[in-house]
C-alpha cells in the first residue's frame, strides 16, 4: 500500500533552517511528484510547491521562491524539503503528498501524516 | 495566480440532512481541474472527488461533485457522523495550484 512517512517534529529559532524528509513506499517512485503544501494552526492550506520523482524538476510558489528547496533521493525513495530564513509565520504542519500527472502535479492522492514545526524564540 | 472562495464558512446541519457546499475560482479553472478533499482534527486531508466530477477510490457516493468553469460544488446527499469535517477545494489546472479557505459542516 502506498505509504508516505515523514520525519518527526521540529523546534526552530527564528533565521534557522528546517528539513523535512518523506519516505515513500509502495508505488513507483518516478511515476508521481510530490507536492508539499503546508497548514498553519487553525488556517487553510497552502500549497508550496512540487517536485518530479522522475526528474527533480520542481515548481515552488513565488512567495516562498530562493527560500525553499526540494529535492529527492531515488536510491531511498526519499524527497526533502528545505525552508531558511524560518520566521514565526513558518510555524505550521507540513505535509508531503503524492501528486499524479505531470509538471505542477495533478490532484493529490496520498498524504503524509505531517510534520510540526514551531519557530519561536 | 486563481483564488477559490468557498462558502458557506461554516454548514450547521444534522445527520441525515444534504449538504451543498460551493467554491468559486477568480477565473476559469483549467480542463475542470478542481479536487475536494476532507479533512478531519488532527488528520491529513482525503481526497475525495477529482477532475470536478469523478470519485476517488473507496469514496461512497453519497459524495458527488459537479461544475465547470468558475463555480464547482460538492454534494453530501445524506450526512453520516463521520461526514463532519472541513472540507477544501483546490484547483491545479495552473501554477500555482491553491486551496480555497475551507467549509465547516459542523453538527448543527
Known amino acids: 500500500q502506498v505509504q508516505l512517512v515523514q520525519s518527526g517534529g521540529e523546534v526552530k529559532k527564528p533565521g534557522a533552517s528546517v528539513k523535512v524528509s518523506c519516505k515513500a513506499s509502495g508505488y513507483s517512485f518516478p511515476n508521481y511528484g510530490i507536492t508539499w503544501v503546508r497548514q498553519a494552526p487553525g488556517q487553510g492550506l497552502e500549497w508550496m510547491g512540487w517536485i518530479s520523482g522522475y526528474n527533480a524538476n520542481t515548481n515552488y510558489v513565488q512567495k516562498l521562491q530562493g527560500r525553499v528547496t526540494m529535492t529527492t533521493d531515488t536510491s531511498t525513495t526519499t524527497a526533502y524539503m528545505e525552508l531558511r530564513s524560518l520566521t514565526s509565520d513558518d510555524t505550521a504542519v507540513y505535509y508531503c503528498?503524492?501528486?499524479?500527472?505531470?509538471?505542477?502535479?495533478?490532484?493529490?492522492?496520498?498524504w503524509g501524516q505531517g510534520t510540526l514545526v514551531t519557530v519561536s524564540s | 495566480e486563481i483564488v477559490l472562495t468557498q462558502s458557506p464558512g461554516i454548514l450547521s446541519l444534522s445527520p441525515g440532512e444534504r449538504a451543498t457546499l460551493s467554491c468559486r475560482a477568480s477565473?476559469?479553472?483549467?480542463?475542470?481541474?478542481l479536487a475536494w478533499y476532507q479533512q478531519k482534527p488532527g488528520q491529513a486531508p482525503r481526497l475525495l472527488i477529482y477532475?470536478?466530477?469523478s470519485r476517488a477510490t473507496g469514496i461512497p457516493d453519497r459524495f458527488s461533485g459537479s461544475g465547470s468553469g468558475t463555480d464547482f460544488t460538492l454534494t453530501i446527499s445524506r450526512l453520516e457522523p463521520e461526514d463532519f469535517a472541513v472540507y477544501f477545494c483546490q484547483q491545479y489546472g495552473s501554477s500555482p495550484r491553491t486551496f480555497g479557505q475551507g467549509t465547516k459542516v459542523e453538527i448543527e
Open positions: 503528498a503524492r501528486a499524479t500527472g505531470g509538471y505542477g502535479g495533478l490532484e493529490i492522492d496520498y
Open positions: 477532475g470536478a466530477s
Open positions: 477565473q476559469s479553472v483549467s480542463s475542470n481541474y
